[in-house]
């Protein structure tokens, strides 16, 4: 599996952040959230920046990071437990020599 990335930037978040951020987007009429907007922009360096968002009121957070290589596909792997359970998702962003 890939992962696509536009506008080099990726970010993570589990099903329940996924719908707490859609409804706080749909309530919204200013596009992306301006926390997120802040914070990105407080964190740049060196042509890059990371955020570790916690949603207003929620337990739920999202990561949104600049991607390594900027816009492409960035291949992407499931890990399983010895039950068989999905328990991990690792994405390389081609950011480690190697």
């Given at each position: 599996?890939?992962?696509?990335?536009?506008?080099?930037?990726?970010?993570?978040?589990?099903?329940?952040?996924?719908?707490?951020?859609?409804?706080?987007?749909?309530?919204?009429?200013?596009?992306?959230?301006?926390?997120?907007?802040?914070a990105?922009?407080?964190?740049?360096?060196?042509?890059?920046?990371?955020?570790?968002?916690?949603?207003?009121?929620?337990?739920?957070?999202?990561?949104?990071?600049?991607?390594?290589?900027?816009?492409?596909?960035?291949?992407?792997?499931?890990?399983?437990?010895?039950?068989?359970?999905?328990?991990?998702?690792?994405?390389?962003?081609?950011i480690?020599?190697?």
């Amino acid at each position: 599996m890939t992962t696509s990335v536009d506008s080099g930037t990726g970010g993570f978040m589990d099903e329940d952040a996924c719908h707490a951020l859609k409804a706080l987007l749909d309530e919204s009429d200013v596009g992306m959230l301006p926390a997120l907007e802040d914070a990105l922009s407080a964190s740049y360096g060196d042509t890059c920046s990371a955020v570790n968002l916690s949603l207003p009121g929620l337990p739920a957070n999202f990561t949104v990071f600049s991607s390594g290589d900027g816009d492409g596909a960035y291949p992407s792997y499931w890990g399983f437990d010895d039950a068989g359970q999905l328990c991990c998702l690792m994405t390389d962003f081609r950011i480690l020599d190697t």
